[in-house]
């Protein structure tokens, strides 16, 4: 069945319309096409640019587990998943007719007991990082992702998990594979030698200063903060007890969060939407991480921008091309003016079929 659709595109402000056929996007007319949105607007599906539909707190994730949390994120307006890092091989939800789109970074790569047990990959060398990238580069779809810091008990607190060396030959074998690479990183002493080696994103990234950031901006390097996590460090400071230095440096990240996330905004950092759901926070909270964005300054039309039209650009993903897979939202009121739209979307459609 043929749909057709006619709204307004809150970037551009003028009137779109398309039809549907066979679950992509036609500008070409349809005779005897459904009507399915006279009016409304109308936007790319939203992009959540860190989950994890692979990982779940506390037990193995069967497949049929992860359609599940990709079918409420979908539902949720998330129609496109970057899943940085997955213990699961979560390749078999491609086949979904109603389910998100994918790219993929393989699985996390650590270092023993220097990160979440049986997350990822945990190197007894860290010598061996590069062929391991070049590994995990091929079992993903474009990304590698690193744990850069995560808490040293021996230190009593964040500390890097490589050498300057062992990140440049890392990234070396990334681009090499065609792949870009981006690591975790929580606090401020990995990040130098993670940006002077040429990262193509960074994860969370609170430990952010000035020249860092500037640093970004030069290299390109963009930054995905995920908000809706970082609202956890509270939490993960009051267990820590036995590492007060741990604590109190989770706490002032915390703290610091929106003026390090705000400056590397105005500096022009490139930003993207990502809820880091799996594990600690559950799927389908999208809209909050956009919401949240406008804590840093984020005007609603740049936040809906990171999270749809630009952040499919940098994914290589199509926005509302002709031929592309039918992934929109039809809306009742202008995002870019109020982003409470996006929590009651009129329709969600999905590969062309309306899942909400």
Same mark, same amino acid.
Request: hydrophobic share 45%; with cysteine.
């Given at each position: 069945?043929? %749909? *057709?659709?006619? +709204? ?7 009137? #779109? ?19 399915? $949105? ?8 939203? @992009? ?29 307006g998330a129609l496109l998943i970057r899943e940085v890092g997955s213990p699961l091989d979560t390749h078999p939800l ?6 998100? %789109?994918?790219?993929?970074? +393989? ?6 007991k220097r990160y979440l047990r049986d997350y990822g990959i945990e190197l007894d060398d860290p010598d061996d990082l ?10 993903? !779809?474009?990304?590698?992702? #690193?744990?850069? !810091? ?53 994860? *969370? ?8 950031? !500037? ?8 930054? #995905? ?55 600690? @926070?559950?799927?389908?909270? #999208? ?30 993903a199509d926005v509302l091309a002709d031929g592309a897979r039918a992934d929109f939202l039809v809306l009742d009121a ?15 459609? $999905? ?6």
């Amino acid at each position: 069945m043929a %749909r *057709h659709y006619r +709204g307004r595109d809150p970037f551009g402000d003028e009137q #779109i319309e398309f039809w549907v056929v066979d679950g992509h996007i036609t500008y070409q007319p349809v005779a005897d096409a459904e009507t399915a $949105c006279a009016d409304g607007w109308i936007i790319p599906g939203l @992009v959540d640019a860190h989950n994890h539909v692979g990982i779940a707190p506390g037990l193995g994730v069967t497949i049929e587990q992860a359609r599940a949390f990709a079918r409420a994120d979908a539902q949720a307006g998330a129609l496109l998943i970057r899943e940085v890092g997955s213990p699961l091989d979560t390749h078999p939800l491609d086949a979904d007719p109603v389910g998100p %789109r994918f790219v993929r970074a +393989g699985k996390h790569i650590a270092r023993p007991k220097r990160y979440l047990r049986d997350y990822g990959i945990e190197l007894d060398d860290p010598d061996d990082l590069a062929a391991e990238v070049a590994r995990q580069a091929q079992a993903g !779809d474009g990304w590698v992702k #690193i744990v850069g !810091d995560w808490i040293d008990r021996g230190v009593g607190d964040l500390a890097p998990l490589w050498t300057r060396g062992q990140l440049e030959a890392a990234v070396a074998a990334a681009h090499a594979h065609g792949a870009r690479i981006t690591a975790h990183v929580f606090g401020a002493d990995a990040l130098p030698d993670i940006i002077s080696a040429g990262f193509d994103a960074i994860e *969370h990234g609170t430990g952010l200063d000035e020249d860092q950031i !500037d640093a970004m901006v030069a290299a390109d390097i963009a930054l #995905i903060p995920t908000l809706v996590q970082l609202e956890n460090f509270p939490g993960i400071a009051a267990g820590a007890d036995r590492f007060p230095a741990y604590r109190a440096t989770m706490l002032a990240l915390y703290e610091g969060r929106h003026q390090v996330f705000a400056a590397a905004r105005e500096a022009g950092v490139r930003i993207y939407v990502g809820t880091d759901a799996g594990g600690f @926070v559950e799927h389908g909270r #999208i809209v909050d991480e956009v919401e949240m964005l406008t804590e840093i300054g984020m005007s609603p039309l740049e936040s809906l921008a990171a999270a749809s039209t630009r952040a499919r650009e940098w994914l290589g993903a199509d926005v509302l091309a002709d031929g592309a897979r039918a992934d929109f939202l039809v809306l009742d009121a202008d995002p870019g003016k109020d982003l409470r739209t996006l929590r009651h979307p009129r329709q969600v459609v $999905c590969a062309g079929e309306h899942i909400r």
